[in-house]
């Protein structure tokens, strides 16, 4: 068989569009959607290969069925975006309103308690003026000898007169009191004598008033006392005190015990004065040598100075001039 070639091939003139080529440049011209065949339901979308309902790539060119999904668009996150300013921009306004609200005042409702009315004051100075029951003498328990009476001239029976220790005199320089407690000093009354009284520490606190005082029924002898623990056993020589109520006797007693006995009879006696703070009356007892009348002090040596004593005993028998109250302030001990 013979080969043709086209060299020998007659150059024959060609018509457009005899060889099905475009001479213009409808090739490179963008190809239109209509251009392409359809795409059915289960068709791939990239190059329109049959795809099964449940198949998730194209067996011909691999592509996906599914169209990836597609990243939001700058406008739905912008339109997010101010959403959510716009939320934090309420809560925010909410706060501040909430902090600039005023509270309203809690109403405060003032209570007013009625007050106890302040406790009256101790007793003043100034004493009943009734006059004393006629003087019956001692009582039987008390078993003191009495202090004797001024002599005025008259006859008298006798009897026992006790020696009462000497006040001394001179100008020595006071020496130190005994240091006691306020809880050193309490009322002794053995013979339930008591009616009114108060704290027995004004009677040893140093200061002049207020002052101790203690009342008794009128009707004879106060036969009370006022007793003083010494803190230790010791040696007393002697006492000093103030007094507003001029006229009283007073005996001196010491014991050894801290509780003394009930029986004044039981106890030592260390000393006695009469008409204290008193001039001399007809028919008293003559009051203590020394003890100038009126000037509200008292001083009174004592015996048995060489025991000691650990509890000390003032004890009233005839009551002072203006009634049965005794008032002592400034009571103080001394052993030398």
């Not at 959510?84 to 409702?109: F, H, M, Q, S, Y």
């Not at 003087?135 to 009897?159: I, M």
Request: charged fraction near 20%.
């Amino acid at each position: 068989m013979g080969v043709i070639q086209l060299s020998d091939q007659p150059d024959l003139p060609l018509e457009e569009g005899e060889l099905g080529l475009a001479t213009d440049d409808s090739l490179l011209a963008p190809v239109e959607a209509s251009d392409l065949p359809p795409v059915g339901e289960h068709d791939c979308r990239v190059c329109g290969a049959f795809v099964e309902p449940d198949q998730d790539w194209c067996l011909e060119c691999g592509a996906a069925v599914e169209e990836p999904r597609r990243i939001p668009g700058l406008a739905t996150v912008g339109l997010a975006g101010v959403f959510t300013l716009v939320l934090a921009g309420g809560a925010v306004a909410a706060g501040v309103a909430a902090l600039n609200d005023t509270i309203p005042p809690r109403d405060t409702k003032v209570k007013t308690v009625a007050q106890e009315a302040p406790a009256p004051a101790p007793a003043d100075d100034t004493l009943s003026e009734d006059p004393l029951a006629p003087d019956s003498g001692s009582t039987a328990d008390s078993q003191l000898t009495p202090v004797a009476p001024v002599d005025t001239g008259g006859s008298t029976d006798g009897g026992t007169t006790p020696v009462i220790p000497d006040n001394g005199g001179g100008g020595s320089t006071e020496p130190k009191a005994f240091d006691l407690p306020s809880s050193a000093a309490a009322l002794y009354d053995p013979q339930m004598r008591f009616q009114a009284s108060n704290d027995p520490a004004l009677a040893i606190d140093g200061a002049k008033t207020p002052t101790w005082f203690v009342t008794t029924a009128a009707d004879g002898d106060m036969n009370i006392g006022l007793q003083i623990d010494l803190q230790k056993s010791r040696k007393v020589t002697r006492l000093t005190m103030t007094t507003k109520t001029p006229g009283f006797t007073m005996y001196v007693l010491g014991d050894k015990g801290v509780d003394p006995p009930d029986k004044v009879g039981d106890m030592t006696t260390l000393g006695e004065a009469a008409s204290i703070d008193a001039a001399a009356e007809s028919g008293k007892p003559a009051p203590e040598p020394g003890d100038k009348a009126g000037d509200e002090s008292f001083e009174l040596s004592l015996g048995n100075t060489d025991k000691k004593w650990r509890t000390v005993v003032l004890w009233f028998t005839i009551p002072p001039s203006k009634g049965p109250t005794v008032r002592i302030s400034q009571l103080k001990f001394f052993d030398n």
